[in-house]
C-alpha cells in the first residue's frame, strides 16, 4: 500500500511539474490554434441571426396587441344570422377607432371585432373611401392599445417588414419579409373580393399576405404602420410573394378625413397630364416629372399660374414622378387650403401655390350639374332608364347626387351620394338651374318632399332645415 502511495506520488507531482513547466525548463509552448475564417463567418452570421431574430420578435411584440379580427355577418334568406367573411385591422386611436379594407366590411349588415385578448365587441362603421379600399370603424371598448404609424415615404426597397393579420380566419399571423418595391400602380390584384381601387400607389412585399389578412398592418422592425394589407397577385387565390399594402402616408390622410368628417374629400388642380420622356427627364437631372398637357380654364391650376408644358415636380410636399404620384398628391391635398406646386419651365425650377379645389364639385359642373350650397347637395342631370322584363319601357329624367356635403340639410335628412331625384314637391324640374334655385331658396321650415330612387328601391325623403 505504502509503495503504491509513493508511485502515486510521484506520479502526481510529474504532472504537476509537466504541466507547469518545471520539469521541463527548456521547452518552448506553442500559441493557441487561430480560430478559422470558416468559424468566425459562422459565429457573426448566428449573431446577426439572433440580431434579426430579437427584431423580429420586437416588432411583433409591439404591434400584435393592437391588431383585431374582423367577422362579418348578413341575415340569409331565412332571417338567420350567418358568417360572410372575415378579415383583419388595426386599432389607430385609444378612443376606439380601427381602420382596415373597404373590401372586408362593405358586404356587411353587423360588424363584429375581435381584439387580441380575446374580448369581441361590436363595430360601427364611420366612414370608408372604396377608391383606396379603406374604412373605419368605431369600437366601444377599454384598455385599448393604438398603433403608432411609421413614414411610407422614407420606406427603402429592400427593408424588413412584417405583417400581422388572420390568413385563412388564422389570427395573431406573423410572417416577415422585405420591401420589394414601392409605387406599384396600373395592376389587378386579386382581393378578397375583386375591389377596383381608382387609387394604386402600393408598396409590394413577399411577406406572405393570404385571404384573411386584408385592412391588417403591415409594419417595420420598430412596429410602426407603414401599410395596410390589401391585395395579393396570385393564379390560386394564396400567398406566392406577391402582396401589396397601402402606403401609410395616403391611409393616414384618408382615415384622418373620415374620423374628422366622415367622408373624403378629393382635390382636384384643373389639368390634363403625361408622364415626362425618360430621356427629358435625365436632361433636366430630374427623377421623374409630369407634364402638363392641357391647364383647364378657371381652375385652381389657372389660376396658381400653371401653363401647359410645366413639368410638375412636387405637390405639397410630395414628389410627383409619374402621373399616379400626382394623382394621389392632388387627392391628399385639403380642398380648400393652400398647396405648394414645384414645377420646372424653361429648364428653371419655380414655385407656385394652388387652392385646390372640390373634385366631386368640379365633376358635377364640368356635366352640367350644380352645387347647392345652402342645401348641401352636388347634382347632375340624367335619366334613368325604366325597364320591363330587361326592356326599357321609358326614361325617367332626373337628377342624380354625385355628393351630399357634411353637416347641410340635406346630409341631416338623409341623402345619400347614388340617390335619383325624379321629383320635388310633387313636380318635375326640366333644368337644374329651375330645381337649383327652387331649393336653395325655399325656406325649409316646413319639410319638402323629395321624390328619390335608391337602388331599386322608390321612396320619399323629406327635406328639412333640422
Known sequence: MRSESKRATAWLVAALSAFTGLAAPGVAWADPEPPSIDSIERERAMVSAAELSAAFRHAAEVIEPSVVHIIIERNNRR???QQVGVGSGVIVDARGYVLTNNHVIEAGQTIKVRLADGREVDGELVGAFSETDLAVLKID????????????????????????????????????????????????????????????????TDAAINPGNSGGPLVDLDGRIVGINTAIASRGGGSNGLG???PSDIAQTVMRRIIETGRVDRGWLGIT?????????????IAGGVRVVTVLPESPAADAGLKDGDIIVSLGGRSTENVTRLSNAIMLADPGRATTIEYIRDRAKRTATAVLGDRDTAQALAFGGARLDKTGLILVPESLSATRRGVVVAE????RVTDVLPDTPAARS???????????SGRAFDTVRELSSYLETADLSEPIRIGVIRGTQRGAIYLRRD
Open 79 to 81: 332571417g338567420f344570422r
Open 141 to 204: 371598448a377599454d384598455r385599448l392599445k393604438p398603433a403608432r404609424f411609421g413614414d411610407s415615404e422614407a420606406l427603402g426597397v429592400g427593408e424588413w417588414v412584417i405583417a400581422v393579420g388572420s390568413p385563412f380566419g388564422f389570427e395573431q399571423t406573423v410572417t416577415a419579409g422585405i420591401i420589394s418595391a414601392k409605387g406599384r400602380g396600373s395592376i389587378d390584384p386579386q382581393t378578397m373580393d375583386e375591389a377596383p381601387m381608382r387609387f394604386q400607389e402600393f408598396l409590394q
Open 244 to 246: 401589396f399594402a397601402i
Open 273 to 285: 397630364m403625361d408622364p415626362v420622356d425618360p430621356t427629358v427627364a435625365l436632361s433636366l437631372g
Open 396 to 399: 325617367v329624367p332626373g337628377y
Open 414 to 424: 338623409g341623402f345619400e351620394p347614388g340617390d335619383f331625384i325624379y321629383e320635388v
